[in-house]
């Protein structure tokens, strides 16, 4: 439920954006907003606090964001509160960067190795990764998780190619306890 009220929110935000020609304004100021929230989780409790009145809530976010950000944007904020859907910020602001990136090509890589790769090795996975998929950019993220032995991990979005020693070894293993379960 609370994946469709995300999506059913950022989409609408998004086909705003479109409409007006305001994408690129309003992804930077819900990339700001996003940035306010994370450092501010007070901010995240008091919006949810159910003691405070939903009116007190639209006025908090009006003299918060009212003058900072797009008339738009703050509209919509006080939207997700009148509709008593703050507890889905995070989801909603989320799917709509990922939404515009996904619009601007942008991929989102995340690379998980058993050691640290090198910057030429780093670069080399970027444009291998640009050369098999339709984005025009990539943004990598690098992880390292020893237990992979070898090889690497590649998400993008939730499309995964692994390529790890530990996944083969694995996949030996069962087919292995197959070959033994079968004979017996």
Do not use: W
């Amino acid at each position: 439920m609370a994946k469709l009220v995300s999506t059913t929110y950022a989409d609408a935000l998004f086909e705003t954006g479109i409409e007006d020609g305001t994408l690129d304004t309003l992804y930077e100021e819900v990339c700001s907003v996003q940035e306010i929230l994370k450092e501010n989780p007070d901010f995240y409790r008091l919006m949810n606090h159910p003691k405070i009145l939903r009116e007190d809530k639209e006025q908090i976010i009006e003299s918060v964001f009212k003058g900072r950000l797009s008339d738009v944007l703050t509209g919509f904020l006080k939207l997700i509160v009148t509709n008593k859907r703050y507890a889905d910020i995070d989801g909603i602001l989320n799917y709509f960067t990922l939404r515009v990136k996904e619009y601007r090509k942008i991929g989102i890589a995340y690379v998980t190795t058993p050691l640290e790769l090198s910057d030429s090795q780093k670069e080399a996975v970027r444009l291998k990764l640009l050369d098999t998929t339709d984005y025009v950019t990539m943004e990598m993220n690098y992880s390292i998780d020893e237990s992979l032995i070898g090889g690497m991990v590649i998400r993008i979005g939730d499309r995964v190619v692994d390529s790890s020693i530990r996944t083969k070894l694995e996949g030996l293993k069962r087919d292995l306890m197959g070959i033994q379960l079968g004979s017996a």
